[in-house]
């Protein structure tokens, strides 16, 4: 346990869900956790007490990706864990592949509705078709503008498989939408949508002031911090600002709330763990800040800067991203005026009204 996480509580210790079952963490919520096949080694997927139509059941949120170990897992707990009773709803936080994947198959096993933001639902679509040669060469380009413009990375580029639709084969063709503030009845709790930018298109948390529990998805993780980039599809995004605004969305919960996060372990200490992650941000931003007065400098040059560790491709496909984060983020504040060079490499440095150290000129 590192340092900051010492200042969280985890209520339950060390104990972990076995495969194939489940653990209670409130009435009526059981914890499952999935083994993936990456770094991030695992997801944790919830299970709802519920009622539809005078129907009892179980609601499912979140999903795993597509694979026949992640299926038998759940049929594992479909026979330990729900008591003889179907499953009723699929609730999805958001749309990346570990959360969506197995959506189509968890809906059409129980013949149960999807539900999630239009976002996220309609990215999903868009995105499970598997990404065409422009969108790879918008990519190719994307990557060149911020400084990764050598031939290796971009042969490398072209010849990755489409990430996404390799994890999600196809997503459900209707859906029930999930809205800020909207509320869901899930047999006798009310839960509340909270969206959050940043991470995915349009991320629901959601909690339930009768239990106090947030599900909060990869919005409120307890050990690592959310990814949070910039992708080729929205390139000018302010996508760590849209982050940090959106935790604070948290603030407003009780301080003994339960927060069950997509990764790790449930928590309390909500308030402390926001600040944490403006801390953390903060002083990744005051980095990059102070190498762009320096010198101008790319995306690229700013990845040994956040990431001080070496990168393989794969970890700086997300790092770029991150990197490009961090420089819009001050970009779009006005501490740094960007320039493309002779070669086309988008370039920052400090605006010529702010010290390196982010202080207005006086
Ligand atoms: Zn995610």
Known sequence: ?????????????????????????APGVKWIRMALPFALNHINLWLLRDRVDGTEGWSIVDCCIHREEAKSHWESVFAN???????????????????????????ARWQAPLFISAADFLVAHMLVTGADAASTERTVQFYAQ????????????????????????????????LLDGGHLQIGAHRWTCISGYGHAPEHMALYCADLGVLIGG???LPRISTNVSVHEQEPEADALTLFLSSIDRFLPLPVDTLVLPSHGKPFTGLHTRIQQLHDHHRERLAEVLQACGEKPCSA????????????????????????????????????LQRQQDAEGVLRFRTHKSFTTEGQRRP
Not at 153 to 176: C, G, M, N, W
Not at 306 to 312: A, S
């Open 146 to 177: 911020h400084g990764l413009n050598d031939a290796e990375t971009a042969r490398k580029l072209r010849e990755r498989k489409p990430y996404f639709a390799s994890l999600v084969p196809s997503v459900p063709d209707q859906y029930h939408r």
């Open 300 to 335: 690229a040059d700013v990845l040994p800067v956040l990431f001080k560790r070496p990168l393989d491709f794969h970890q700086i496909t997300f790092a770029l991203g991150e990197a490009v984060a961090h420089l819009h983020a001050l970009w779009h504040g006005g501490q």
């Open 218 to 220: 990869d919005m409120m």
């Open 1 to 25: 346990m590192n340092e900051l996480e010492q200042q969280l509580h985890y209520p339950l210790g060390e104990t972990l869900p076995d495969s194939g079952r489940c653990i209670e963490v």
């Open 81 to 107: 864990e729900l008591d003889g009773l179907p499953v009723l709803r699929v609730i999805a936080t958001h749309m990346h592949p570990d959360h969506i994947g197995l959506a189509h198959w968890l809906c």
